[in-house]
T-cell receptor, first 110, second 114 residues
Framework: AQSVSQHNHHVILSEAASLELGCNYSYGGTVNLFWYVQYPGQHLQLLLKYFSGDPLVKGIKGFEAEFIKSKFSFNLRKPSVQWSDTAEYFCAVLPYQLIWGAGTKLIIKP | DVKVTQSSRYLVKRTGEKVFLECVQDMDHENMFWYRQDPGLGLRLIYFSYDVKMKEKGDIPEGYSVSREKKERFSLILESASTNQTSMYLC?????????????FGQGTRLTVV
């Protein structure tokens, strides 16, 4: 069965640290890839998405993600995090319907 | 701006009650989804609908049913609520399944069954 694995359930960083959240999926065919973010008390919203083309995708608020097909990975990165990035981040993969990772709670210490 | 509206932010119901969760979207999307979100489990799909009166079971449909009588409205029904259905319920809509099917989410309904 298809699955999405997010490596860390909780990540704690200090402001200005660099961030990388891992996401791996198990599906051999063509996929669309998403990162969603849920800020405290708010609804889930799209951070960035990959459908085709350049495997390095830039999203909102300085986030980017790189699709590495050979590794079945779509890791999320940000060079310097801010306290306002504290949120839960979800990776999702679309072979034919959305399959979600378990989420990573990111806490940024001011 | 796409808007997905869930009727309640918080609900407290008793075991055995019939519970209705309502969701309305205003962008004429064909697809609508109900998920439950639990810590450490991410989002799990309960049911989805790809057209009026059409529905498909997701990963965890047991104990739930759905209704889609109008394109803009998708209801989740707990026929007899149980404590293990205490959770955050998220409704989403998207324009199509397949390419570029970005999902838009409502604020969520936190249901507590006592």
């Amino acid at each position: 069965a298809q699955s999405v694995s997010q490596h860390n359930h909780h990540v704690i960083l200090s402001e200005a640290a660099s961030l990388e959240l891992g996401c791996n999926y198990s599906y051999g065919g063509t996929v669309n890839l998403f990162w969603y973010v849920q800020y405290p008390g708010q609804h889930l919203q799209l951070l960035l998405k990959y459908f085709s083309g350049d495997p390095l995708v830039k999203g909102i608020k300085g986030f980017e993600a790189e699709f590495i097909k050979s590794k079945f990975s779509f890791n999320l990165r940000k060079p310097s995090v801010q306290w306002s990035d504290t949120a839960e981040y979800f990776c999702a993969v679309l072979p034919y319907q959305l399959i979600w990772g378990a989420g990573t709670k990111l806490i940024i210490k001011p | 701006d796409v808007k997905v509206t869930q009727s309640s932010r918080y609900l407290v119901k008793r075991t055995g009650e019939k519970v209705f969760l309502e969701c309305v979207q205003d962008m004429d999307h064909e697809n609508m989804f109900w998920y439950r979100q639990d810590p450490g489990l991410g989002l799990r799909l309960i049911y989805f609908s790809y057209d009026v009166k059409m529905k498909e079971k997701g990963d965890i449909p047991e104990g739930y049913s759905v209704s889609r009588e109008k394109k803009e409205r998708f209801s989740l029904i707990l026929e007899s609520a149980s404590t293990n259905q205490t959770s955050m319920y998220l409704c989403a809509s998207s324009p199509l399944i397949g390419l570029e099917a970005e999902a838009f989410f409502g604020q969520g309904t936190r249901l507590t069954v006592v």
